[in-house]
């Protein structure tokens, strides 16, 4: 049963949402009961492949049982079943919010949100490069929808600018993809890593043009600089729910820069072994920069946590960048921290505005709030995590990581993420103080906004609960990190494994 488990946490969500299709016109009632079942299962077969992959088996699923070279190969290591946990996770967290009453506003709701699942588990589950821009692509199209549910006006606009910005890094993506075909002859990326250490002096400049486009392709996805400015308005725009869902789609391209540039282009590459980690140093740095006073100069609730999440990913990249085990290792701690901490952010923010009157989830004093104590909690918990307070795991993912800084980076990786982890605190303090302490008391004679839905209060507090059990369990979290960053960075066992697992052959029945 375990050798099936890489394709099922694609093939359940993809057949949960077919179902939905089917039996939408029933009531929501129903689609919320198929989710639960469906988000239910994807827990149970993620903990199975994290606690498969915690014996160091990496494990090759050859769907329809073609060669790799041919059809499609799915890979369950240590790190793509911790981001497949991780989007499990945060993927009932985000269904709960969303059955809290928005759901009923927005047709097809389920089945894209199913669908994208679906393309974030395959798309860090898949073994080769075109599949993961067919992954990428279902992830796409099902957020499109997922954007627009419900909306009009700047939500469709902003929806516009997301699917144009898309498409172009699609095209780049598909050129890049021609690219390296024609000049390794296959694009499974275990058999792309032996290809490269072995191709001519001729071919190394397209090789290496055909990964610069693939980096920037990534890097658009991860919202690095100059590619972030799509990001900030969609995340604004988009339903609360799905922005907290949204919080781990730059963590695909993070995932993918990741992925690629350790396995195809890492230590064994010959004149390519990474040549992209001095570009992503400085431009990650930058980017985090950047975003940090993007957050100090927003102007609403939802712009901040928008901002926020640019600067996660940037600060995940900087530790990546520095491609150490002990960076890489801190840097996937980072990341389940960081995406659970900014998706909470985002309902907490929803909480809040609804709480606010007609002013919703602009900063500004004039606003009044009602119900402010439990919100309060809530924000200040997600404001201590986000911003790397102890004792809560942001605090325990940027100390290893500064930790891990060799010598040659220290002053400029310790400035940037020292400087930028105080402004990020300013700019809570500025938050708090404009929404929690000087707000004005509710208006005398005014209808009282109905209170917050326990449901969705629920919701934000289970993604804050699961950065609380991060840092409780810490040791084991590093421990487990740590064993993914070595399998990443010296992937000889992933590429033996490729190899080893061989279609197999059945004789037809009399």
């Not at 790190?79 to 097809?108: I, P």
């Not at 929808?145 to 939500?155: E, F, V």
């Not at 290893?400 to 400029?412: F, I």
């Amino acid at each position: 049963m375990t050798d099936h488990l890489p394709v099922l946490p694609i093939l359940l969500p993809m057949l949960t949402a077919a179902v939905m299709l089917l039996v939408e016109r029933r009531g929501v009632a129903l689609q919320r009961a198929l989710a639960a079942v469906s988000m239910a299962g994807m827990l149970g077969i993620a903990a199975a492949l994290v606690s498969l992959a915690d014996t160091d088996a990496i494990t090759f699923y050859l769907v329809g049982d073609w060669p790799a070279r041919l059809g499609i190969a799915l890979v369950a290591d240590r790190t793509s079943a911790l981001l497949v946990l991780t989007t499990t996770l945060l993927g009932g967290a985000c269904l709960l919010h969303a059955a809290s009453g928005w759901d009923r506003q927005a047709l097809h709701f389920h089945a894209l949100f199913q669908l994208q699942l679906a393309g974030l588990n395959g798309a860090f589950l898949t073994g080769d490069l075109f599949n993961l821009f067919v992954f990428f692509e279902v992830m796409l199209i099902a957020s499109y929808g997922l954007l627009l549910s419900g909306g009009r006006g700047p939500r469709l606009s902003a929806g516009l600018h997301y699917v144009v910005f898309n498409i172009t890094a699609s095209t780049l993506f598909l050129i890049a993809l021609g690219l390296l075909y024609g000049t390794l002859g296959t694009l499974n990326m275990a058999e792309m890593a032996l290809r490269v250490s072995q191709a001519n002096a001729a071919d190394l400049p397209l090789i290496r043009a055909a990964s610069g486009i693939l980096l920037v392709v990534f890097c658009s996805k991860a919202a690095l600089v100059p590619v972030y400015l799509w990001l900030p308005d969609t995340y604004t725009r988009a339903p609360a729910a799905v922005a907290a869902l949204f919080a781990v789609m730059t963590k695909v391209g993070v995932y993918a820069v990741l992925r690629v540039f350790t396995l195809v282009f890492g230590d064994d590459a010959g004149a390519l072994a990474g040549w992209a980690w001095e570009w992503l140093w400085p431009a990650a740095l930058a980017t985090l920069g950047l975003a940090t006073l993007g957050a100090l100069a927003a102007s609403s609730l939802r712009m901040l946590a928008a901002y926020l999440v640019i600067a996660s990913a940037a600060t995940l990249l900087t530790a990546f960048s520095l491609a150490t085990p002990d960076a890489v290792a801190a840097g996937l701690f980072y990341l389940v921290h960081s995406t659970f901490a900014a998706a909470a952010l985002f309902l907490v923010f929803d909480l809040v505005s609804q709480q606010r009157g007609e002013i919703g989830d602009l900063l500004d004093v004039s606003g009044a709030l009602h119900r402010r104590a439990r919100l309060g909690l809530l924000f200040a918990i997600g404001a201590m995590s986000v911003s790397g307070l102890p004792p809560l795991s942001g605090f325990l993912g940027k100390v290893l990581a500064l930790s891990a800084v060799p010598p040659g980076a220290v002053a400029w990786t310790w400035s940037v993420v020292l400087v930028t982890s105080l402004l990020t605190i300013v700019a809570f303090a500025r938050t708090s103080t404009q929404v929690f302490w000087n707000a004005p008391d509710w208006p005398t004679g005014t209808p009282l906004p109905p209170a917050p839905s326990p449901v969705a209060m629920a919701a934000a507090a289970l993604l804050l609960a699961y950065g609380v059990a991060l840092s409780v369990f810490g040791d084991p979290a590093m421990r487990y990190t740590r064993a993914a960053a070595l399998q990443l960075l010296h992937p000889s066992a992933y590429i033996e494994a490729a190899h080893a697992t061989l279609p197999r052959l059945r004789e037809p029945s009399p």
